[in-house]
Each structure stands twice: as C-alpha cells, then as structure tokens.
C-alpha cells in the first residue's frame, strides 16, 4: 500500500468529535514498513493527539527508529502543514533531506523537507556537553 493510500485509509479512524478535523499519516521505515496514526482528539479538548504522533508511536512500538518519508492527508481547502509539536517529532527521527507531503482529500499535493519544514530544529545533539 502507498503512503498517500494508507494516510487516506487511517484518516476514516480520526476520532475528532469536536474539531470535526479528521488527519491521517503513514510514515514509512528504512526497513520498508508503513505506520499509520490519526489524530484522536478527547473532552479536554485540544489535549489530544496527532495523527503524525500516532505513526511515529506505532515505529517506536514495533520497534524501528527512522523514517524515511512521510504522507499527512486532511481535509483542508489546502495541505496543511503538521503543527509545531510534530515537526518536532518528525526532525526526530527523520534526517534533514527525508520528504513530508501535505495532502488535501481533493488530491493537492505540497512536498517539503524536513530541514525546510523546521530549520533550526532542537535536536540531541545540543544536550552534550
């Protein structure tokens, strides 16, 4: 299965009952294996849960640490970017070149790359001394 097809795929599962705005993602490993995650929101709203978050947490579960390319679909006018927090999350674990596209349910498609979508990212590297 393709990112873009599992992305759309997960997005169906999005518990998003109060924002009513459903994200998928897929996150593809070195080892060829597809995550997928969608955002789940809960009453303490907007203390929920990312889609992105989602499939870097299924890696992390099974076991992989690298993500190589990555599909976040919503249903948006235009591709939405992933929120501060899971650009974050992304630089964690991809390298700086490894693609994320933004997708719309219409078909709109924006590629950026990591170092383009957080320039400047925090990364282990300034925690030794």
């Known amino acids: 299965?393709?990112?873009?097809?599992?992305?759309?795929?997960?997005?169906?599962n999005a518990y998003a009952p109060y924002s009513k705005f459903h994200v998928g993602a897929a996150i593809r490993t070195p080892s060829g294996a597809?995550?997928?995650?969608?955002?789940?929101?809960?009453?303490?709203?907007?203390?929920g849960?990312?889609?992105e978050a989602?499939?870097?947490?299924a890696m992390i579960a099974a076991g992989e640490t690298e993500i190589v390319a990555a599909y976040v679909v919503a249903g948006a006018a235009k591709p939405v970017p992933?929120?501060?927090?899971?650009r974050q999350k992304l630089a964690e674990f991809a390298k700086a070149d490894v693609e994320v596209?933004?997708?719309?349910?219409?078909?709109?498609?924006?590629?950026?790359?990591?170092?383009?979508?957080?320039p400047g990212a925090f990364d282990g590297a300034f925690l030794k001394g």
């Open 101 to 118: 596209t933004m997708a719309t349910m219409t078909g709109l498609e924006q590629v950026i790359r990591i170092d383009a979508l957080l």
């Open 82 to 86: 992933p929120c501060g927090g899971c």
């Open 34 to 47: 597809v995550y997928v995650g969608c955002n789940v929101e809960n009453a303490a709203y907007p203390e």
């Open 54 to 57: 989602g499939a870097i947490a």
């Open 49 to 51: 849960t990312c889609a």
């Open 1 to 12: 299965m393709s990112l873009k097809d599992a992305a759309i795929a997960v997005r169906e």
